[in-house]
Nanobody, 117 residues
Framework: QLKVVESGGGLVQAGGSLRLSCLASGSTFNIGTMGWYRQAPGKQRELVADISSGGGSKYADSVKGRFTISRDNAKNTVYLQMDSLKPEDTAVYYC???????????WGQGTQVTVSS
């Protein structure tokens, strides 16, 4: 069964950088869009960025110019490079991947990103 696992979260100071990684495993054939969502306590989960199988990307307005999403299809991995981090970026970041075979999304467990002021 397809699954994704995030890594790379941690504690950084405002203005710092982190790179998140998400590895897909299991039934990795025909994975479509992969992306990153985040959820802060008491708030709804929101899309941070996603990237299609062809490489087209989309970003939330709040992270444009600061975050970069990329993927390596051979490694079944998606990355999120986060620069110029702000305290408001603090959240649990979740990776998601769409399986075109099973026509469903899978979600990772999440990784905590904390940005101190």
């Amino acid at each position: 069964q397809l699954k994704v696992v995030e890594s790379g979260g941690g504690l950084v100071q405002a203005g710092g950088s982190l790179r998140l990684s998400c590895l897909a495993s299991g039934s990795t054939f025909n994975i479509g869009t992969m992306g990153w969502y985040r959820q802060a306590p008491g708030k709804q989960r929101e899309l941070v960025a996603d990237i299609s199988s062809g490489g087209g990307s989309k970003y939330a307005d709040s992270v444009k110019g600061r975050f970069t999403i990329s993927r390596d299809n051979a490694k079944n991995t998606v990355y999120l490079q986060m620069d110029s981090l702000k305290p408001e970026d603090t959240a649990v970041y979740y990776c998601t991947a769409y399986s075109m075979i099973y026509q469903s999304y899978v979600w990772g467990q999440g990784t905590q990103v904390t940005v101190s002021s």
